[in-house]
């Protein structure tokens, strides 16, 4: 087991989950699983002068432990020692959690002093070598292009959202989503041809549209 390995960072154990939605919610449909296609790595070169991040209770406590673990379970998996040490940190006294707590206090106090003072390198720094991956232009939307034609399901959704939003105060922006989703699986055929005739309307009007802004370019 390499140095390294010994004192791992936050930043190598943890990570984020974010949840995020779009404006417009659109009825989910399973569609078949496309291979993907592995992106070069174009991670950004570390820069070894960089202030160490701080590190949380837990971790501080993970790195004095660690080998005590290894050494009172001999060929016990990596996996399993931070299993143990995450059992051994839930279960410490407020008075011992408060020490660590104390401990990353200090440590965060001792990052944010050295950020302070740190300078990242510029761009001209780089290995003329290595290629710099080029930012991705905002393509810039055309005000007088017409809005693009709606299906059934955001016709529905743009007429109960509001209905659905009042009636579940406390649901998220994805919650709504599905909400609308099931009621739109179960409207009647008479209301799902309702729709279907207003989407069939909107796109005629969107084609038509094109045409005459496509005259214009």
Request: proline share 4%; aromatic share 8%; hydrophobic share 25%.
């Amino acid at each position: 087991m390499s140095s390294d390995e010994e004192s791992l960072s936050g930043e190598e154990y943890e990570s984020e989950v974010e949840e995020s939605g779009s404006e417009e919610e659109e009825e989910v449909i399973a569609e078949p699983v496309k291979k993907r296609v592995k992106k070069k790595n174009s991670k950004k070169k570390k820069d070894p002068n960089k202030p160490k991040r701080n590190m949380s209770a837990f971790f501080l406590y993970s790195n004095a432990n660690r080998q005590r673990v290894r050494d009172e379970n001999k060929g016990i998996a990596f996996g399993q020692v931070a299993k143990i040490l995450s059992t051994e940190f839930r279960a410490l006294s407020d008075k011992e959690r408060k020490t660590w707590e104390k401990k990353a206090g200090k440590d965060k106090i001792r990052y944010q002093d050295e950020m302070k003072d740190y300078v990242p390198p510029s761009e001209s720094d780089s290995d003329s070598d290595e290629p710099k991956s080029r930012a991705k232009k905002k393509k810039v939307k055309d005000p007088n292009k017409p809005k693009r034609n709606q299906s059934s399901f955001f016709l529905y959704s743009n007429e109960v959202r509001s209905t659905v939003r009042t009636e579940n105060p406390s649901a998220k922006f994805g919650d709504i989503a599905k909400i609308i989703s099931v009621q739109f699986r179960a409207l009647s055929e008479k209301e799902r041809k309702r729709l279907d005739k207003l989407a069939a309307k909107d796109k005629e009007r969107y084609q038509k549209a094109m045409v005459d802004y496509n005259a214009t370019l």
